[in-house]
Each structure stands twice: as C-alpha cells, then as structure tokens.
C-alpha cells in the first residue's frame, strides 16, 4: 500500500508538500525494515570482523537467492490475497524432473524446458483449483503440496538423484548445469545471486510498473471492485500463481544444479514457510492488497543476515529458529502495534 | 429529456429466481438517452438484482434486453463496462488499499493491456478532472482510500462511475452517506450527465428526492413491475401505497403520549472523547425516546459508540443512577446498556449463524448451565422474540443472511431486548430498510419506552427522528448545539443547528 501511494505521488508535481512526502517515506513498511536491517549490520560489523567482507557478502547474497527468487512470486500471490503452500513440492518435483531428464541423456535446454514447464502447469493447477475451483487457496495448495511431494517419490522411487561425471551426463552439458548454478558470473558474483537480482528486476516492474501489477492489488484490495470494474479477477489471479510456479521450478532447478543433489523426501521440505516469513516481514499482507517487491527483497535480507550472523557470532544452531521466529513476530507485531490504523474495538 | 429518442436500454420481461424467492417476475424497464429513471421499491422487491443483471453481475432465467436497440447478452461486468454501463454500488466497490486516483482509473485497468506500463500520470489527471467536475476539492488524489471517510468514499466511487465513457449510470442508493450539500451537488452533476445524453436509473428511497430529480419513476414490489409514471404526476404518498400495496399513512404516526418517568435511565456528563467529542452533557429518562441529529462529521457517531464503550472517555457516564466506567462493550452491557449498531452486515448480524443464536447471543448466561448451552432455552428464548417482533423466518434454525435487511435488524433488535437493558442505543436503526418494516421497528420501540426503557437513537433521517423522538439534540463538530421538544421539532431549525448556524436550547421550565 505505501509504495502504491508514494508512486502514484512520485510524479505528481503538485499539491505534496516535501514534509508530506518525508513523512510518508518515514511511514512506509519497508523503511522500518531497512532500518531494522542496518542496525542488523552495524551490530555485526562490530562484533565480527567476519561479516563486512565481499567474500561473506556475496556468500549471504548467494544464500539468500533460492528462497528469494520464490519469495518474488508469493508477493505476487499473497498481494492477491491468495496463499502458495505447495512451493517446496514444486521445488522439488521440478529440480528433481530436470536431473532426471539429464541423466536419462536429454540435451539441457530440454531437461530446462521441461522442469519450469512443471512448475507453470503446477501454479495453473493451483490458479485453477483456488478460483474455478472454488477452494480457499489455503486448501487447494495444502492438498498440491501432498500431490506434487508424491509424483516427485513415485518419479524418483525416494531414491536420490544425484548430477556428476559418473551419472552418465555429458560433460558439456554437466559444466552447463553447474555453471548455472555453482558459477560466477565474471569469476565474482554467484549466478544465482544473478538470477535472483535478474527476478527481482522483472518482478518489480511487473508488479510496480504495469498494468498486470496494478491489476493484482486491486484484486486483492477488493475482488468486488475489480470485477465491477471488469478486471478479470480470475485470470489476475491465476497468473500470479503460474508466476509462482515459475518461480518456483527455478529455484528448484538452480538448487539441483548447486549441490547437485536431490531426495523427493527431503528436498525443499518446509521452504514455504522460510518464503512467505520473507514476503510477510517485508510487508505483504495475507488479507491482501499490500506489499512490495522491495520490502519482500528487504525481508529476504533480513533472514538471510540474521542466519549469517548468528553464525558467525557461534550462536547455537538450535537457537536459530526460535530466534527467526521471534523476528516475524516482532516485524509483522511492530508493524500492527503503532499502527495508525488501529482501532479501540 | 429526449422525448422522441429510442431507448437507450430495455428490459423485457426479465425474470429471475433464487433458491425460494422469485426475484424479478417479468419485469419491464425502459431508459431513455437523457432520462433519469428511478426505481422505486421496499427492500426485497428486486431492485438490486435489476442492477446486477445490468451490471453483468447476475445472469435472467428469461426475458430480454435491448441495448441501443440490439438485443444483447451481458454475462459478466468486462461486457458491462464495454457496453457502457457503469454501476454505483450502495455497499461500495472500491479497492482500500489503492489510492483515490487509482481507484478511479479502475476500469481504465481493466481494458489496458497487461504488459504495458500503468499510465499513472493520466490516471492522476483523469481523477483530478472527475473530481473538479463534481466539485470536490478536498480529497487528496494519492490518499489510499481505506483513509477516507465514508462520504467521501462515496464520491470516489460516484467519480469513478462517471469517469469513463459512460451512457448508462445506474446509481443505487448514491447518497446515503453524504450531506445535504453533497447529494445537492450530486444531484446538479446527474442533471448535468442528463443533459449530456446519459441515461441515468437512480435507485433510492427517499421518495422526496426522487420525485423532484428524476423524469419517469419506475415501482417494483415483491419483484414484480408494478408502474412506470411521471415523476412529475407523482407523490410521495402515491408511491408509498404503489410500493407497498397499501396506504400506509401509519409510518411516522405515534401513539404513545410520551409520559415518562423522573428516574434517569443514562446520564451523560462533561463528556469528552479523543478531538470528536467536547464537554457534552444529556439525559435520557426511563420511558423516553431522546434523538441525536447531526452531519456525518459531527460526532453523533462517537457519541453512541461512548455510551457502549467503544471509546475512551474523560466525563462522568450514568446508568440507573450509579457511575459506571464504560471501557469495553462487555462493561456497557453489565451496566445495563445495549447495543444496535448501524453496520448491520459487518457489524450487527452473525450473518452465517442461525437466527435463535444470533438473539441468544448477548444472553449466554442466561441460556447455559456451567459454561454449557442448554438448546432448549436458546430456542424458548429466541421463540418469544421472534413473536413480540414478529419476526418472519421459516424456522429458528434460518440462517441470518438469507434474512431480508428488516428481519434482520428485528433479530438484533431482538437480541438487545433479551439482555433486558436500561438504557437502548440504536445506531441508524432503520437504514436500508424498507418502509413497512420500518414502520414495525418504530412501533416495538415505542412499545418498549412504554415499558420504560430508555432509548437514544442518533440517525441520519431526520423525518425518523421527528416522528419518533419526545426530544431531539442537535450536534456539531463535537458540541450539543440544539435541544428541541417534540413540539418544536422541525427540519430546518434542526437542519441549521447541524451546520451550526444557530443554536436553539429548552429553557428549564420547559423541562419535565
């Protein structure tokens, strides 16, 4: 909502005074957030010498991706007031699908083809069952979850698949894969560092930019208003779920391509939560309407520096979660509890 | 007005049926370019679904429509738009989180491409010509519109219909929430859309304005089409006995003679609340009925919801002659007061609950056992209210949304009573009603000050007030600035009052 507000002032010449302006800045979600983040590395930068290094920023920035390029896509969803919970069955089915076609000896770009094509129709699954199909998506993608975790079990026989010289794989089309997923682009920033700025681009000018963005806030604001207005509500929403999807899938497939291994059982199990925890601190709201590619990618930095630091400064990994945890609920708490909006009853 | 264009839009025989209602039976309506056309009717007689059928919204079971001439199809509100008809809901259609501008350009949205780049600018610009067209200066063009208040709410979404290429307007209930001046000015833009050649349905019940603002004046009752006659041969009564089949000169008649008791019911002192409410003193005996007028911003609103415990207060608040601290509804009900908000949807009715839980509702106590609910009182006590309110249901079991918006406010009304209070708030008690079951609230709310409850009613209907009240305080800007008795109560002396042109007190004597 508050980036909404200040773009649409962003080129209105009149009538906003500066004051107005600053002010409005100083109450947008996302500038409690980066100041939370700064003060996060400041306290770093003074406690470990570690931290404000380029070779531990790009390792954060590489850490952060795969949760980061799929936080991208639930924004989306979430703006439209619907809920993803199936993004770490896709992940998987379609990281899975794509080592699976290499090692059976398809060219790349194939196996490629195939695995984001798994998580387009997955996310136009979900669109479908959460709109045509009249379920909550809360429902609809609890059950693609379990079905798409169980394609991946029965595709893979919950044995591993594992990507390296001896699966069989050509060697050409072995370095490929890594590169995408290992490399660095000019030997310096991680590629899928690459891919998540790459998405965030794109996403931000989807969502801020275009009519298709504009479209997805006021399905969320009000389905009611849309429809009336003759936005296609359906069709919006279903989008933004095969955005998701998308999404998805090429995070899964960078994500074989970096360790380069996968278990149906295993992989990406729980990554949802780590997605929407990201998307909501930055400010998306699961009732819809508001959020920010920005505040998302800020929410994203968040997690991601708040595990690097905890440890470097030897925290107990044990203590991790419960400290995650604790952020969510002080960043979404914060938000709320000085909140102007806040009502006596 | 055109007389001898073509019309703009037909309905032909329309029909259409819900799950045990038949909504519209073979309804005719025909709209000139440059008319305004109202739709007159109680609630339930299918004036709403008239809408959505033309919104796209509902699909007729039979019957055709005419647009231009052409015989047309609208299966969804894209078709609608395109076609140019564009619908002002009663309940708004606006999108909270987006800005004034953004929700006026809402449609603009809906035909541009999806790729291409939101014309933020243009939408800006239009927005701001809208707005400038209906005079409105004082809305801020990037405020989100979850900011504004509910009339000005209002006129976005009348600017937002109007913003387009419009040549049907279908407005319902336009100006239910704005001023006087507001809905003036709302009246001079429709002349002026008219003059322009747009065909305008207006749907609303106050039957004055209607008289005076449209050409041709359309009644519908219990969905069927029952006349279409000038406005200009119209009056108010006339229409009142085609609506509801029957003359009813009984609506704001009262036959109680307003004696009331000495006990205070609810005393009100020094009371101040946040920069809404400023040092405001008033009394409500037993067995009196004490009415709160006022504009939109004038504070009555908080003023009710004080007395319920909704706000903070500074001030001295008296219920049956004991000093209570109102800090949270539940405080106000042990207290002795209860509650009808104006809300009724979202705030009044448990609308997927039954109707015996819903009136059982603010009684828990006195319907279980040690934290369990005992079926049977619940279904006694719900029995005896849907009695004495003669309340309409198929069974005790009904769910409340299938309830019209009278039965409904009956079945809260009814949940007040059970709690047996001292002190009635009613909070727009009538809105959106029709007018024969306005006519039975009024009546159960004499009876009830009968019996010696007292009841404050703040409502926007100044007609209701006169008609009901034995005493009717005017407020402004946070102050109390008029105090009339039944007998000197009138609508221009109140009226001025409200926009603080004068003021106007009882002296003592006056005073029981």
Redesign the interface.
């Known amino acids: ?1 508050a980036q ?2 200040t ?3 962003g ?2 010449s009149t ?2 005074t500066m004051s107005e302006r600053i002010k409005r800045v100083l109450r947008a979600r996302e500038t409690g957030v980066l100041i939370a983040l700064l003060l996060m590395c400041i306290f770093l930068w003074q406690v470990s010498p570690a931290f404000l290094t380029v070779r531990n920023l790009l390792n954060i920035g590489r850490q952060i991706s795969l949760i980061g390029i799929m936080a991208i896509g639930m924004t989306f969803v979430l703006i439209s007031r619907e809920i993803d919970l199936s993004v770490g069955s896709i992940y998987a089915l379609s990281g899975l699908a794509t080592g699976m076609l290499l090692i059976a000896g398809a060219p790349l770009w194939l196996a490629l083809l195939i695995g984001l094509l798994i998580g387009v129709s997955a996310g136009a699954a979900n669109g479908l069952l959460s709109t045509y199909g009249l379920l909550p998506s809360f429902i609809a993608t609890l059950g693609m979850m379990s079905v798409l975790r169980g394609i991946a079990l029965l595709m893979t026989n919950g044995q591993p698949v594992t990507i390296n010289e001896s699966s069989g794989v050509a060697p050409d089309t072995l370095s490929a894969f890594f590169f995408i997923g290992q490399g660095r682009l000019l030997d310096v920033i991680p590629m899928q560092l690459v891919f998540f700025i790459a998405v965030s681009l794109i996403g931000w000018i989807l969502l801020s ?7 997805v ?2 399905v ?3 389905d ?9 509500v359906y069709q919006t929403k279903i ?1 933004a779920f095969v955005i998701m999807g998308f999404l998805a899938a090429l995070s899964g497939i960078l994500s074989l391509a970096f360790l380069p291994s996968g278990q149906a059982g295993r992989t990406g199990v729980g990554v949802e939560l780590d997605v929407i925890a990201a998307a909501v601190i930055g400010g998306a709201s699961l009732s ?3 959020g920010t590619i920005l505040g998302t990618i800020l929410g994203v930095l968040i997690i991601g520096v708040l595990r690097n630091g905890l440890v470097l400064t030897g925290v107990s990994p044990f203590w991790q979660e419960a400290i995650i945890g604790l952020v969510i609920i002080l960043a979404v708490g914060l938000d709320k509890w000085t909140s102007s ?1 806040r009502r ?2 | 007005m055109s007389k001898d264009s073509a019309p703009l839009v037909q309905l032909r025989n329309i029909s259409k049926r819900f799950p045990g209602v038949q909504a519209l039976d073979r309804v005719n309506l025909s709209v000139l370019p440059g008319e305004i056309h109202a739709v007159v009717g109680e609630n339930g007689a299918g004036k709403s679904t008239l809408i959505n059928i033309l919104a796209g919204e509902l699909q007729p079971d039979s019957g055709s429509i005419l647009f231009e001439g052409v015989e047309t199809v609208i299966p969804n509100a894209f078709v609608s738009q395109r076609l140019g008809i564009s619908v002002v809901y009663q309940e708004l259609a606006l999108c909270p989180n987006l800005s004034v501008a953004e929700n006026i350009s809402l449609h603009q949205a809906a035909v541009d491409r999806g790729l291409s780049f939101v014309k933020r600018r243009q939408f800006a610009a239009r927005a701001r010509n809208v707005l400038e067209q209906l005079g409105i200066a004082d809305i801020d063009l990037s405020t989100p519109v979850s900011r504004l208040g509910i009339a000005q709410q209002q006129l976005v979404e009348i600017a937002k219909a109007i913003s387009g290429q419009v040549k049907l307007l279908v407005l319902d209930e336009p100006n239910s929430a704005l001023t006087d001046e507001e809905s003036a000015r709302l009246f001079a833009i429709l002349r002026q859309l008219r003059a322009a050649g747009i065909g305008i349905i207006y749907v609303s019940h106050r039957l004055e304005e209607v008289i005076s603002l449209a050409d041709r004046i359309t009644v519908l009752r219990d969905g069927q089409y029952i006349e279409t006659l000038a406005a200009a041969d119209a009056t108010v009564d006339g229409l009142i006995a085609r609506m509801v089949g029957r003359a009813v000169d009984m609506l704001y008649h009262r036959e109680r003679d307003g004696a009331q008791s000495a006990t205070l019911a609810l005393a009100v002192r020094h009371l101040s609340s946040g920069a809404t409410l400023r040092d405001i003193t008033l009394s409500v005996h037993a067995g009196e009925i004490v009415g709160i007028a006022g504009l939109p911003d004038s504070g009555k609103d908080e003023l009710v919801e004080c007395c319920f415990g909704l706000h903070r207060y500074h001030g001295e608040i008296v219920i049956g002659g004991a000093v209570v601290q109102l800090h949270s509804p539940t405080s106000a009900i042990e207290a002795g007061v209860a509650f009808v908000p104006a809300d009724r949807r979202h705030v009044g009715a448990l609308l997927m609950m039954s109707v015996q839980n819903n009136i059982a509702a603010a009684s828990l106590p006195a319907v279980s056992t040690a934290g369990l609910l005992r079926p049977g009182a619940i279904r006694t006590l719900a029995n005896d209210y849907v009695t004495q309110l003669d309340v309409r249901i198929s069974s005790l079991e009904q769910q409340m949304a299938t309830l019209s918006g009278g039965n409904q406010q009956k079945v809260i009304l009814g949940r007040s009573i059970a709690t047996h209070p001292k002190v009635l708030i009613l909070h727009e008690p009538t809105r959106g009603i029709d007018v024969g079951a306005k006519a039975e609230i009024y009546r159960i709310l004499q009876e009830l000050a009968q019996q010696g409850v007292g009841i404050l009613i703040a409502s926007s209907e100044l007609p209701e007030l006169i008609g009901q009240c034995d005493r009717i305080l005017v407020m402004h800007r946070g102050t109390i600035t008029g105090e009339f008795t039944r007998s000197e109560a009138a609508e221009e002396p109140i009226l001025a009052c409200a926009m603080g042109q004068m003021t106007h007190f009882i002296s003592e004597g006056e005073k029981r």
């Open positions: 909502m909404q507000a773009s649409a002032t080129q209105r009538g906003v930019k275009t009519v298709f963005g504009f479209r806030y006021a969320g604001g009000s009611k208003a849309a429809r009336v207005s003759g936005i296609k989008l819809g309407g508001e909006r006596a009853a």
